[in-house]
């Protein structure tokens, strides 16, 4: 007790004259200290805004979009081709894989326009007559420090083409280009859903994506050279 | 409501709870993970097609064949062709970083003109027209005999144009840049009576005794040396080498013999002494396919016992009463000299030395000896016609003296011609070619060199990188490099077998050069008479087609041709002197001075030291300035930063009061440097030696004011027997920085 209580004994009871009045106070106090209600509304403002944030605004900042330099039908040249994907998406003599193909492949028919449409006329025009590459953007671009064979999995593990890349084989435009603005890749690589969940396997192809497979299948978990498991399987 | 701390505080809180249960975090930091892994400056190899091409590397005469991966159109590997009979699969460093040359940053990318000192773009048909308009002018005056050509070879199509351009303008002045293949030739047309080339059966060999050859820093054809070097020691064979300093070679001999420097050639003799006078030569050789041995003997008899070799030598006489014995009892040995990579042609009493010590060997065109290899004979166009102006430019001496009564055997005397230009008043070459070459910075004496290109009134650069020649010339025409070119390489020296290359383009030309062989046809038929009519082929691709005819297809799919058949015949048969048989001694040998060890210039009381130059697989020492992979591989033993060091032995660096990485100023009577200090054992007191290749004042930032070039301190000193540059060092002063 201070020197002041002990020489005022009554000073507390005058500080406190009316008991109604400091209940009243008291309610006011306990809504001042620990406003709830304000409080959550702010917490709950700040959690949806990032969440809408996060959600809906990043991935279309993070995104540019970009349309191919010309379109093209797969489905059309499908139908004209005797060897599906491989008759354009061919493997070299020596087992590399030949990717998108090049203009000299494609002049083999389109030397001169074949038919009505703006899209071939465009591409022979800007194209062909002047005998420049297409910069095809291209879906499955991944780093260059990943390392894939398309023959070890075409050729020897038989797949598919539609297990990784979808069924792109069957569309009649090449859709938009989706470019990260930061790594400079496509959309395709981490997926179209921004959270990374897939229905199919060719949604995303990330690594997990190619460990998935691997791990399933049991196969090639290990380094060639050290027989363990581990990074330089890919990453080589 | 009011908005203050708390809420600010609350908002933050659920944004950074809403925020981690968004794929925002988690997907940021994986873009950015992704994006440091991929900076936009990291290069990246071109994905597409690997295609190969065969071809034959032209950056040194060794003659190897390479195969160039590329991927589309991209050059991004050479390796040396597999099964090829001389690199048999390997490649050497510089041909390794070929792929840098080509897309070098001190690429001459079109035609230039120095204007008032600097460099303007002229195009083709202009650049042409001046060099032609210039040639025209000197003809009226008569003085055809004004036009001089520097090239590296005398041999090929391109060689052999440059060659008939001057032929047909009327000038004698073709000259070949100095190496030890001058020495060679003429060692072996003294004794044999043939113009052939030296060719070395090392891998058959089973002693090789090197004076001072660098067999495994780039001696003649480096890597056939490298893999013949290897197949000597897997066969049990042996090699010993004489050299005053303990380079790579010697370390990884069988025996490293440390002499006096510049004293080879009086080693050479007193073996040679000695396996006269104990009879260990090989009867059976000797006997019946040599004569002048007793002139010989006589000769050396006096001037080379062990006794006094060993005084000149430094080398104890019991030693080399024991080499001389293991030389001559050995089955298959083999003696082979010039200095280091045989930049500089040498005495030729020591490469007769030499030769004589294999020919008492009885290994002269032998499996495992030293092989006579003639000279290729597939260019046979038709004679050149000479117009009277031509006749009378062709009767003039030649400018470097070669061929002169002074120096009757030379073919050509670089080393003599920048002397000759500085000493006149007028200039005697008006009008310079300089192909394949860089004598600015390769020749000695580097100040004089370019006095003397300062001098020539017209100098026309073929170079296809802007190196200290093309620096100093009036026009450059830059040539193709060698991956954007067809040529014929017509032999690999110091492989013991005639061997024809083809070099052929792996990628289109990337800039507006033009082969040089074009051009010369070009500016041949823009001179019109006799000179047009000596260059009627289309362009050079017809002339190469018809040049080569039948070996063409073979070279087209194998990118070589080899003579099976050479070397069947009998030793004896090959030789083609007075006497038929190998000559120890002739009337051209008896005239000329007696061999003497050369002393260095400079005034010993004054320059009490000497500096040798030295050689390194990881620089080039030739007219291609070293790529930067290269520069990058030198140890930081020779380079570091940009500082040269010198090897010193600890005993001379304590008497100068040096201590390991100090600073020191070299002085010779040719220049000053500032160097760095590297002690070793490995070199003798008194010598100094720096190595060949640094110190580049032109090309680019990867290899320009890197180190100090030996050749700006250095001379070259007149063999007097040839007239070949035999320097071999040079005085100098070392003092404390």
Redesign the interface.
């Known amino acids: 007790m201070s020197a002041d209580e002990k020489n005022n004994p009554v000073s507390s009871e005058t500080a406190h004259p009316e008991p109604v009045a400091t209940s009243a106070q008291i309610g006011t106090q306990t809504q001042g200290d620990t406003a709830a209600g304000p409080i959550i509304l702010f917490f709950i403002f700040g959690l949806v805004a990032s969440l809408v944030v996060g959600w809906v605004v990043f991935p279309k900042l993070l995104y540019s979009r970009k349309m191919q330099p010309v379109d093209f039908s797969h489905a059309l040249h499908n139908e004209l081709v005797d060897k599906g994907c491989e008759s354009c998406h061919f493997f070299r003599e020596d087992g590399s894989y030949s990717g998108v193909p090049k203009l000299a492949q494609c002049i083999e028919c389109h030397e001169e326009v074949q038919g009505e449409s703006p899209q071939e006329a465009k591409f022979v025009n800007e194209y062909v007559l002047k005998d420049r590459e297409v910069p095809w953007l291209v879906y499955s671009e991944q780093p260059d420090c990943v390392f894939f064979s398309h023959v070890a999995h075409v050729k020897l593990a038989k797949m598919d083409c539609v297990t990784c890349h979808g069924n792109i084989g069957e569309s009649e435009n090449l859709k938009v280009y989706e470019q990260n603005r930061i790594s400079g890749y496509s959309r395709d690589i981490w997926g179209k859903n921004i959270a990374g969940f897939k229905k199919n396997t060719w949604d995303r192809m990330k690594m997990d994506d190619c460990s998935e497979c691997h791990v399933k299948m049991n196969v090639n978990q290990g380094s060639v050279q050290t027989k363990k498991g581990g990074c330089f399987v890919c990453h080589q | 409501?009011?908005i203050d701390r708390?809420?600010?505080l609350?908002?933050?809180?659920?944004?950074?709870?809403?925020?981690a249960?968004?794929?925002?975090p988690?997907?940021?930091m994986?873009?950015?993970s992704?994006?440091t892994?991929?900076w936009p400056w990291t290069p990246?190899?071109e994905?597409g097609?690997?295609r190969y091409v065969n071809s034959a590397c032209t950056l040194c005469p060794g003659g190897c064949g390479i195969t160039v991966r590329k991927v589309e159109d991209r050059v991004v590997k050479i390796e040396g062709m597999q099964n090829h009979p001389v690199n048999k699969g390997g490649i050497c460093t510089l041909g390794l970083t070929g792929a840098q040359l080509l897309y070098r940053p001190s690429r001459i990318k079109t035609p230039l003109k120095k204007v008032n000192g600097s460099w303007r773009k002229i195009s083709w048909d202009d650049a042409i027209a001046e060099i032609v308009g210039k040639l025209k002018e000197l003809r009226a005056k008569g003085l055809s005999h004004t036009l001089a050509c520097i090239s590296d070879s005398d041999r090929g199509s391109v060689a052999e144009l440059l060659n008939r351009f001057l032929t047909a303008y009327g000038s004698p002045n073709y000259i070949r840049t100095p190496s030890i293949q001058d020495s060679y030739e003429l060692a072996i047309y003294l004794t044999q009576g043939v113009r052939a080339m030296a060719g070395f059966d090392i891998d058959k060999a089973d002693f090789v005794l090197s004076f001072g050859s660098a067999l495994i820093e780039g001696w003649e054809s480096p890597v056939y040396m490298f893999k013949a070097r290897s197949a000597l020691s897997d066969n049990g064979g042996r090699m010993e080498q004489i050299e005053a300093r303990l380079s790579k070679t010697a370390a990884k001999s069988d025996n490293w013999i440390a002499l006096n420097p510049g004293t080879e050639g009086c080693l050479a003799f007193g073996l040679a002494h000695v396996m006269i006078n104990e009879k260990l030569y090989d009867r059976e050789f000797v006997d019946n396919y040599s004569s002048g041995l007793v002139e010989l003997q006589n000769q050396i008899l006096e001037a080379f016992p062990p006794e006094k070799v060993s005084k000149i030598t430094g080398v104890d006489s019991e030693q080399i009463i024991t080499l001389a014995k293991k030389f001559a009892n050995a089955r298959r040995p083999l003696a082979i000299c010039g200095r280091g990579k045989g930049n500089i042609p040498g005495s030729l009493q020591e490469f007769l030395a030499v030769h004589m010590l294999n020919a008492l060997a009885g290994n002269i065109n032998k499996p495992g000896g030293v092989w006579a290899v003639p000279e290729p004979d597939y260019i046979n166009w038709p004679d050149v016609q000479i117009d009277s102006v031509a006749a009378k430019g062709l009767q003039q001496d030649r400018v470097d003296g070669a061929g002169s009564d002074k120096y009757p055997l030379a073919r050509y005397l670089l080393n003599r011609l920048p002397a000759l230009v500085n000493s006149g008043a007028d200039s005697p070459v008006q009008v310079l070619f300089v192909a394949n070459a860089n004598p600015v910075y390769s020749m000695q004496d580097t100040q004089a060199v370019r006095k003397a290109f300062e001098k020539i009134p017209l100098v026309v650069s073929f170079s296809s990188f802007m190196d200290e020649t093309a620096e100093s010339a009036d026009l450059i025409l830059p040539n193709h490099v060698y991956l954007e070119r067809y040529e014929d390489i017509p032999s690999a020296r110091g492989f013991p077998r005639p061997i024809i290359g083809l070099a052929r383009p792996a990628v289109e030309p990337l800039f507006n050069t033009r082969h040089i062989g074009d051009v010369i046809i070009q500016m041949g038929k823009a001179m019109g008479g006799t000179l047009a009519s000596a260059f009627y082929w289309k362009d050079y691709q017809a002339c190469l087609e018809e040049t080569l005819g039948d070996k063409w297809d073979a070279l087209a799919e194998n990118g070589y041709w080899l003579d099976e058949t050479f070397g069947a015949g009998e030793p004896g048969a090959a030789f083609e002197t007075e006497s038929a048989k190998f000559e120890f001694a002739n009337k051209d040998i008896a005239s000329m001075p007696r061999y003497h060890p050369l002393k260095p210039e400079g005034d010993e009381s004054h320059y009490p030291l000497i500096l040798i130059p030295y050689d390194s697989m990881r620089l080039t020492s030739s007219y291609i300035g070293s790529p930067p992979f290269m520069i990058k591989s030198v140890e930081d033993t020779i380079l570091k930063g940009n500082d040269i060091l010198v090897e010193l032995n600890p005993a001379t660096a304590g008497e100068f009061g040096l201590r390991a990485g100090t600073y020191a100023i070299l002085s010779t009577p040719k220049g000053r440097a500032r160097v760095k200090v590297r002690l070793s054992e490995g070199i003798m007191p008194g010598v100094l030696a720096m190595i060949r290749g640094l110190g580049h004042t032109a090309y680019d930032k990867f290899l320009a004011d890197k180190g100090v070039n030996y050749n700006s301190l250095s001379a070259p000193v007149e063999d007097a027997a040839s007239g070949y540059d035999a320097s071999w060092g040079i005085r100098a002063r070392l003092e404390k920085a």
């Open positions: 409501m009011k708390r809420s600010f609350s908002f933050a809180i659920g944004g950074a709870a809403g925020t249960l968004s794929p925002l988690w997907k940021l994986d873009d950015i992704i994006w892994q991929n990246v190899p994905d097609e690997t």
